[in-house]
């Protein structure tokens, strides 16, 4: 079975621009989260979703949104990129949207480069 | 303020030997704790989990460990093998209904043969 795939593995944005980053989750798994992960440090919570309503949400600004479609695919969108959100953007996925219903399943995550 | 704390940024273990790798928590509400390993260019994976009902879990080689009181857990890999040479995660949450996990830093572990 494929694992959870995200698109693309790296990214080069000037400040100011927008990006979308694109997560398939592993079939069968309805709920999806977003983590981003600066050098140095572990994954941090964006956004969590589950039969495309939002469950969650992290202390990130505004302009980090997302969505998750009818298929389950998800894709996090970030506005008016800063310099401090170059990170690696993860991607996972689980069966439900409970933290028992199965652990999370990452991706190889997004290397986002904003310059 | 980091709320997981990981104090241990590497260790280094020989090869059979087990290797213990320690977390701390500041939250008192966190009642679910789950360890990651990453290796480079790949997407963090599952190890094992604990309940805050419980002091101890066990998987194979991996054992986790809870101490409440002191708000620490640990990790114990016996024996330990090359291929657990990786980034371990320590996670914990406080939402039963959710998915969001605050994570520790990240303790590098390298087994040597």
């Known amino acids: 079975d494929a694992g959870v795939t995200q698109s693309p593995t790296h990214l080069i944005k000037t400040r100011g621009q927008h990006v979308t980053l694109r997560c398939s989750p592993i079939?069968?798994?309805?709920?999806v989260s977003w983590y981003q992960q600066v050098l140095g440090q572990g994954p941090q919570f964006i956004f969590q979703?589950?039969?495309?309503?939002?469950?969650g949400r992290g202390n990130f600004p505004d302009r980090f949104s997302a969505r998750q479609f009818p298929n389950y695919s998800s894709e996090l969108n970030v506005n008016a990129l800063l310099l401090g959100d170059s990170a690696l953007y993860l991607c996972?996925?689980?069966?439900?949207?409970?933290?028992?219903?199965?652990?999370?399943?990452f991706g190889n995550g997004t290397r986002l480069t904003v310059t | 303020d980091q709320q997981v704390k990981q104090n241990s940024p590497s260790l280094s273990v020989q090869e059979g030997r087990i290797s213990i790798l320690n977390c701390d928590y500041t939250?008192?509400?966190?009642?679910?704790f789950l360890w990651y390993k990453k290796y480079p260019a790949e997407g963090p994976t599952f190890l094992i989990s604990?309940?805050?009902?419980?002091d101890k879990n066990e998987d194979g080689r991996f054992t986790v460990f809870l101490n409440k009181s002191a708000k620490h857990l640990s990790l114990h890999i016996v024996p330990s093998q090359p291929g657990d040479s990786a980034v371990y995660f320590c996670?914990?949450?406080?939402?039963?209904?959710?998915?969001?996990?605050?994570f520790g830093p990240g303790t590098r572990l390298s087994v040597l043969p």
């Open positions: 604990i309940s805050s009902i419980k």
């Open positions: 079939s069968g798994h309805k709920s």
């Open positions: 996972a996925s689980s069966l439900g949207p409970r933290r028992g219903n199965s652990p999370l399943h």
């Open positions: 996670a914990a949450s406080v939402d039963n209904y959710g998915q969001n996990f605050v």
């Open positions: 979703y589950y039969e495309k309503e939002e469950r």
């Open positions: 939250n008192s509400m966190f009642d679910y």
